[in-house]
Nanobody
Framework: QVQLVESGGGLVQAGGSLRLSCAASGRTFGRYAMGWFRQAPGKERELVAT????????DYANSVKGRFAISRDNIKNTVYLQMNSLKPEDTAVYYC?????????????????WGQGTQVTVSS
């Protein structure tokens, strides 16, 4: 079992930056790919970024390419999402997720563990 806790969300002006963190505990010795997803009010959950176990493969939603960067520190059991040039449309609850595979996936259904989410609000 893996437990995930997100942090780092908050209120930021358009054009600003935030760095989200996802701390993992439990059976963290497993080879888990990780993902960040987000969900705005009234909208379905959508992919933001994924990263494989080694950190060498990443994938991003088209809407965040060039602005966001996912990374991980397996020694610290932590995954990060650096968000730059934030836009009001980035406003959402951001969720960290892990799957029982070292390989990335863009589909939320393929993830096995989820955090509680952290709110990101971008004002204009």
């Amino acid at each position: 079992q893996v437990q995930l806790v997100e942090s780092g969300g908050g209120l930021v002006q358009a054009g600003g930056s935030l760095r989200l963190s996802c701390a993992a505990s439990g059976r963290t010795f497993g080879r888990y790919a990780m993902g960040w997803f987000r969900q705005a009010p009234g909208k379905e959950r959508e992919l933001v970024a994924t990263i494989n176990w080694s950190g060498g493969v990443t994938d991003y939603a088209n809407s965040v390419k060039g602005r966001f960067a996912i990374s991980r520190d397996n020694i610290k059991n932590t995954v990060y999402l650096q968000m730059n040039s934030l836009k009001p449309e980035d406003t959402a609850v951001y969720y960290c997720a892990a799957r029982n595979s070292p390989d990335t996936s863009s589909y939320s259904i393929r993830y096995d563990y989820w955090g509680q989410g952290t709110q990101v609000t971008v004002s204009s």
